[in-house]
């Protein structure tokens, strides 16, 4: 059966535990603190990190005391063991978001299992994901059955041989958890044997809901005492007043520097063509009349067509009357979708009934973004996106303070940690003054022997001829001087490619650019050869871990700040006015720079040079010290020599 949603109450007053409360339910700092320490003992290494302990007691504070917190620990502090422990230990149920399926993984794979074994707590954990992650049962049934197999689009999509790999799978797989499959499976195939959540009927309306993949996952967390989830789902119940995710006392948001963004795109939503040619294929699956599915396709070459002279612009005010008719005609022939739908005898045979519930779900999401696009509302940003072929009209909220407020502030009390946390980050989420408590325990990693921060001041700014040219010349005599072992971060394509193109034939040593292979498997060539360098793009400025000396030299060729045409940071500094740049750009700038100069030391004996040749770091008198406070304590010089013999002696080192 289908979980109902769970009830959630107000955060209450901080209150002193009566007489028969247990240790369990009263967190201390003494009792995490020795909890570590037994753990930190039963590992191979043994050793003991102050900003790790710093980290435990505050958050233990925060869980005995009902507070809000603000943790940020830097790159090997071992925070997530820093936040679990007094979690377990508390005795309430916590939910924890992560940004990235690495750290999903590892705390589920690694982690937590760990603690399982060695707390001396016992507790259970689960991980939950969003329902198109998981294998559904019913389409399963559908595309089993040949007779039915030419009216599903997208199974007819799908090479028959991957499909029959899925369906032995799903017949033993104990989660039906897309990342358990052995191989990533194409997109036609997984999109033949997966639902939405905007398709999905529910499991009282489906033949397989009591044998549902989604629906199991749903109950192992409900059962749970630590579940694992993605950001993406956090902010998809917020959106939804906590109607995704099970009843919980306690959350942490691990990379939190990401969760306004997170939050602002899960809030929001989008009107594409792909929506209205997926509609088209579950119509199409259902209904006999081919006029009705003709208006569904008809209605996403519209879209496509009226949207394509507003792409990469914000929509202000009232909108184009051509799009605005094309809107209203979409909704009436949605309207007619809905009609011939109803027609359909909800107590026929159970397939039909579900591709109906299918066909109906899909039409009620559009038909509701569709009025809301047009009904638009204060608060909202509306603008076009992608390439021309296939513009995209994105809405997302102009501020996620209310969400978050509404939905995490005064609900749950909640740690928030990173690496490295935006200054006015507690302002921008919505957390009020006097409801929570910050701190910093830095790293443990000792920079200043460790590494060295380069500026290339003296090169021309990056908005000058010049730039590039002098750009690359660094980049040729750093690498060489490296012997490799080098991560080149660019802040675009066109960057990258130029400078792949200018300096691989100059170079003794190979170089990977991000367009050669995928990432796990660019990755994997990275580390394995030690003379290799590799260039990329945004995508690999965090969440990359290549500790040793595969990589001793991190490379930035300009300053990561936000473009100025991006619609919703416009509007954000429209709203902030005067302090736009100090509370929306320069924030992001820091954060970003800081996680990419965090490639560099990722373990203990990690060591190397961080290259920035932006010269705006060093001669930006306005916030210059604003972007080198964000980063790692390196020794900062503006000398290349310094730079290069160090890398030398690196490169001697490891021969």
């Known amino acids: 059966m289908r979980l109902p949603p769970s009830p959630r109450q107000p955060l209450a007053p901080t209150e002193t535990p009566g007489p028969g409360a247990t240790l369990a339910q009263m967190p201390s700092p003494d009792r995490t603190l020795a909890a570590l320490a037994r753990l930190t003992e039963a590992t191979s290494g043994g050793e003991q990190r102050q900003p790790q302990q710093d980290m435990t007691v505050a958050v233990a504070s925060a869980i005995d005391h009902k507070r809000h917190l603000l943790a940020q620990a830097g790159t090997g502090t071992g925070k997530s063991w820093a936040?679990?422990?007094?979690?377990?230990?508390?005795?309430?149920?916590?939910?924890?978001?992560?940004a990235t399926k690495a750290l999903q993984d590892q705390l589920a794979a690694k982690d937590l299992p760990f603690l399982a074994e060695h707390l001396g707590h016992p507790f259970e954990f689960a991980v939950l994901k969003g329902r198109s992650n998981y294998v559904c049962r019913q389409r399963l049934a559908e595309i089993a059955d040949q007779n039915q197999l030419a009216l599903d689009g997208l199974a007819r999509r799908?090479?028959?041989?991957?499909?029959?790999?899925?369906?032995?799978?799903a017949e033993t797989s104990p989660t039906g958890d897309r990342a358990e499959l052995p191989r990533e499976p194409s997109v036609p195939a997984w999109s033949a044997v997966s639902v939405s959540a905007q398709e999905c009927p529910g499991a009282r309306r489906c033949p397989m809901g009591e044998t549902c993949f989604a629906e199991d996952a749903r109950r192992r967390a409900a059962a749970a005492d630590v579940v694992v989830i993605n950001q993406h789902l956090l902010g998809i119940d917020l959106a939804s007043d906590g109607a995704i995710l099970p009843d919980h006392e306690l959350?942490?948001?691990?990379?939190?520097?990401?969760?306004?963004?997170?939050?602002?795109?899960?809030?929001?939503?989008?009107?594409?063509?792909?929506?209205?040619?997926?509609?088209?294929?579950?119509?199409?699956?259902?209904?006999?009349?081919?006029?009705?599915?003709?208006?569904?396709?008809?209605?996403a070459t519209l879209l496509t067509t009226v949207l394509r002279p507003h792409v990469d612009r914000r929509l202000r005010g009232s909108l184009d009357p051509e799009l605005a008719d094309a809107l209203a005609l979409c909704r009436a022939r949605l309207d007619r979708v809905a009609a011939a739908?109803?027609?359909?005898?909800?107590?026929?045979?159970?397939?039909?009934?579900?591709?109906?519930?299918?066909?109906?779900?899909?039409?009620?999401?559009?038909?509701?973004?569709?009025?809301?696009?047009?009904?638009?509302?204060?608060?909202?940003?509306?603008w076009v996106e992608g390439p021309e072929a296939n513009p995209r009209l994105r809405v997302a909220p102009l501020d996620v303070a209310q969400v978050l407020r509404q939905g995490l502030w005064d609900r749950s009390p909640t740690v928030l940690t990173s690496a490295t946390l935006p200054a006015g980050i507690a302002a921008g989420l919505g957390l009020e003054v006097g409801n929570h408590d910050e701190?910093?325990?830095?790293?443990?990693?000792?920079?200043?022997?460790?590494?060295?921060?380069?500026?290339?001041?003296?090169?021309?700014?990056p908005r000058q001829p010049g730039f590039e040219d002098a750009m690359h010349e660094e980049l040729v005599a750093l690498i060489t001087?490296?012997?490799?072992?080098?991560?080149?971060?660019?802040?675009?394509?066109?960057?990258?490619?130029?400078?792949?193109?200018?300096?691989?034939?100059?170079?003794?040593?190979?170089?990977?650019?991000?367009?050669?292979?995928?990432?796990?498997?660019?990755?994997?060539?990275?580390?394995?050869?030690?003379?290799?360098?590799l260039f990329a793009t945004l995508g690999f400025w965090q969440g990359i871990d290549i500790p040793g000396r595969t990589l001793s030299l991190v490379t930035i060729d300009r300053l990561p700040f936000p473009r100025p045409d991006e619609p919703l940071l416009q509007a954000r500094r429209e709203q902030a006015r005067g302090d736009a740049f100090a509370t929306i750009d320069l924030p992001r700038t820091a954060?970003?720079?800081?996680?990419?100069?965090?490639?560099?030391?990722?373990?203990?004996?990690?060591?190397?040079?961080?290259?920035?040749?932006?010269?705006?770091?060093?001669?930006?008198?306005?916030?210059?010290?604003?972007?080198?406070?964000?980063?790692?304590?390196?020794?900062?010089?503006?000398?290349?020599?310094?730079a290069e013999q160090l890398l030398r002696d690196l490169t001697a080192e490891a021969q």
């Open 341 to 382: 739908l109803r027609t359909i005898p909800d107590d026929g045979p159970t397939d039909t009934v579900a591709r109906k519930s299918r066909a109906v779900q899909l039409t009620l999401a559009l038909q509701g973004d569709l009025a809301a696009t047009v009904d638009s509302r204060d608060g909202m940003v509306s």
């Open 481 to 533: 001087a490296a012997g490799g072992r080098t991560l080149g971060l660019f802040t675009s394509y066109r960057a990258m490619d130029t400078a792949v193109e200018a300096v691989r034939a100059r170079l003794t040593t190979p170089v990977l650019s991000q367009r050669d292979m995928p990432k796990p498997a660019l990755v994997e060539a990275f580390a394995d050869d030690e003379e290799t360098s």
């Open 251 to 299: 959350v942490i948001v691990d990379e939190a520097h990401q969760l306004e963004d997170i939050v602002s795109d899960t809030c929001g939503y989008e009107l594409s063509a792909g929506r209205f040619h997926n509609l088209a294929r579950a119509v199409r699956a259902i209904l006999e009349d081919p006029s009705t599915v003709d208006d569904v396709e008809t209605s």
């Open 158 to 169: 799908a090479s028959p041989s991957e499909l029959a790999e899925l369906q032995a799978w």
């Open 591 to 642: 954060i970003m720079l800081a996680q990419g100069v965090g490639r560099l030391i990722r373990g203990a004996e990690d060591r190397g040079v961080v290259a920035v040749f932006d010269p705006r770091l060093a001669n930006a008198k306005r916030y210059r010290w604003d972007l080198v406070r964000a980063l790692p304590p390196f020794p900062r010089t503006r000398h290349r020599s310094e």
């Open 439 to 461: 701190i910093d325990v830095g790293s443990p990693f000792d920079y200043a022997h460790h590494g060295l921060l380069y500026c290339a001041s003296h090169l021309p700014d």
């Open 83 to 98: 936040y679990l422990v007094p979690a377990i230990l508390s005795g309430r149920t916590t939910l924890v978001a992560t």
